[in-house]
C-alpha cells in the first residue's frame, strides 16, 4: 500500500476515534443548553423541586421549562438539571446548592409538542415535536453509522483492500450529516421554545459545551469521511494505470 493512503487511512481513522469519543460525551451528559438566573428571580423552594422531580409533570412542558428559567437549569438530551438552593439550618441563614436532575425515558422523547407549552387543550406543534424526536434520534443513528463504518473498514484490512473504505468514507459522510441535523433540530428546537415561553427578565441562556463537543464532532466525522473516500478512489485509480500500463 502506498503511504499515502497508509497515512489518510490512519488519520482518517484517528478523527472517526475522535468524533465518537465526542459525540459520546455530548449524548451522555446534560450541558447543552444552560440558564442563568439572577439571584432575585432564584426559586429557593423545595416544593419546585419535588414537582420538577414528579414523574406526571414530565408532560407538562410549561412547568419543566419554568423551573429550568428560575433555577439555573441545564438541558441535554436525556436529562434535565436544576440547581435548588436550601437552607442548611432553620436558625441561620446558610444556604446550600443542591443539584436535582430528572433522566428522561425512551417514551418520554416522543411526547407531543403543543403551540401553548403546558396546554394540552391546544394543537399539536408538530414542527417542535419532530425537532424534539430528531435532536434525539440523529445522534444515535450517527454512532451506529459510524460503527458499521468501522466494521466494514475492518473487513478490508482483513481482506487487505481498500475497496471497502468506499463504503466506509460514505457512512462517515451520512453520520457527519446526521450529526449537523441533531445539532441543528437542537438549536431550533430552543429557539422555538423561546419564542413560545420567552424566559423571564434575567433569565440569561446559552449553549454548554455538551453542544459544542457535538458541533465539533460533525465536521470530524465529515473529514474522516473524505479521507476514506480519498484514499479508495484514489488507490483503484492507481492500480487500474497501472493495470493499462503493464498490458502496454
Known amino acids: 500500500m502506498d503511504n499515502r493512503f497508509a497515512t489518510a487511512l490512519v488519520i482518517g481513522s484517528v478523527l472517526s476515534l475522535l468524533s465518537v469519543i465526542y459525540l459520546c460525551a455530548a449524548v451522555g451528559t446534560v450541558s447543552w443548553y444552560q440558564y442563568f438566573t439572577s439571584p432575585v428571580l432564584a426559586n429557593v423552594s423545595e416544593t419546585a423541586a419535588n414537582e420538577f422531580l414528579n414523574e406526571l409533570e414530565k408532560a407538562n412542558e410549561k412547568a419543566y421549562t ?98 471497502p473504505a468506499l463504503g466506509t468514507g460514505a457512512l462517515h459522510l451520512l453520520a457527519g450529516v446526521c450529526t449537523l441535523g441533531a445539532v441543528l433540530c437542537f438549536s431550533s428546537g430552543v429557539y422555538m421554545l423561546q419564542k413560545s415561553l420567552p424566559p423571564p427578565a434575567g433569565v440569561r441562556g446559552e449553549y454548554g459545551w455538551s453542544f459544542c463537543l457535538a458541533c465539533v464532532s460533525s465536521p470530524l466525522q465529515i473529514m474522516a469521511g473524505a479521507l476514506f473516500l480519498w484514499a479508495s478512489r484514489a488507490s483503484r485509480k492507481e492500480y487500474s494505470l497501472m493495470k493499462a500500463y503493464r498490458v502496454a
Do not use: M
Open 66 to 163: 419554568d423551573a429550568l428559567y428560575h433555577c439555573n437549569g441545564s438541558q441535554g438530551l436525556w436529562q434535565q438539571c436544576i440547581t435548588v438552593s436550601l437552607q442548611q439550618h432553620h436558625d441561620t441563614d446558610d444556604l446550600s446548592s443542591d443539584s436535582r436532575c430528572v433522566s428522561l425515558s425512551f417514551s418520554d422523547q416522543f411526547l407531543e409538542k403543543y403551540t401553548q407549552p403546558g396546554n394540552h387543550n391546544t394543537e399539536i406543534d408538530l414542527i417542535r415535536t419532530y425537532l424534539w424526536r430528531c435532536q434525539f434520534l440523529l445522534p444515535l443513528v450517527a454512532l451506529g453509522l459510524i460503527f458499521f463504518g468501522a466494521i466494514v473498514g475492518l473487513a478490508g484490512c482483513v481482506c487487505r483492500n481498500l475497496y
